[in-house]
T-cell receptor
């Protein structure tokens, strides 16, 4: 099992550009989430999904879109990048409500100039 | 939504001493409380967790206690070692949708 994978590892964007951060898991987990991590602020939930076709907003959803067309994939789209979106982004998955343990991907370090 | 507060933000201990990190939460519906360790440049890794129907859980040198009435939970690391140096995060999970809310982290330094 590869676990949770994320691509790319690093990305530099210019203000206004759009891009998609990829996240995939091969553990057949129902739940997937996206977080951003900023210095001194811990991890903040952006969007989450409880199954294919079901997504919902977390604490800081503005400027981001998600979709969950398959159990394995949960991409995060930045619609029009802003410097405030410079951060490290982590994707996580968990089996479901009965087993809530989350497994994190390696992260994507995004810089918006 | 849930609000998780974590203290202290930094903690230095001598090797062999104990370290305690405390968190409080606001939503009484939260029912699952994991602790993560994150080394520099790495992903968060689960080290221990506790559910709301349990008051204490121990795994070798690491233990977590939960006080549901006071809405606080703590991480205890005994006999600390230099490799315990990292940032530790607490989190609380609200049952609906399995949403996790994290504390702001504690940077633990174990001095040899």
């Amino acid at each position: 099992n590869a676990g949770v994978t994320q691509t790319p590892k690093f990305q530099v964007l210019k203000t206004g550009q759009s891009m998609t951060l990829q996240c995939a898991q091969d553990m057949n987990h129902e739940y997937m989430s996206w977080y951003r991590q900023d210095p001194g602020m811990g991890l903040r939930l952006i969007h989450y999904s409880v199954g294919a076709g079901i997504t919902d907003q977390g604490e800081v959803p503005n400027g981001y879109n998600v979709s969950r067309s398959t159990t394995e994939d949960f991409p995060l789209r930045l619609l029009s990048a802003a410097p405030s979106q410079t951060s490290v982004y982590f994707c996580a998955s968990s089996p479901g409500l009965a087993t809530p343990t989350q497994y994190f991907g390696p992260g994507t370090r995004l810089t918006v100039l | 939504g849930e609000n998780v507060e974590q203290h202290p933000s930094t903690l230095s201990v001598q090797e062999g001493d104990s370290a305690v990190i405390k968190c409080t939460y606001s939503d009484s519906a939260s029912n699952y409380f994991p602790w993560y360790k994150q080394e520099l440049g790495k992903r968060p890794q689960l080290i221990i967790d506790i559910r709301s129907n349990v008051g204490e859980k121990k795994d070798q040198r690491i233990a977590v206690t939960l006080n549901k009435t006071a809405k606080h939970f703590s991480l205890h690391i005994t006999e600390t070692q230099p490799e315990d140096s990292a940032v530790y995060f607490c989190a609380a999970s609200v049952k609906k949708g399995n949403q996790f809310y994290f504390g702001t982290g504690t940077s633990l330094t174990v001095i040899p």
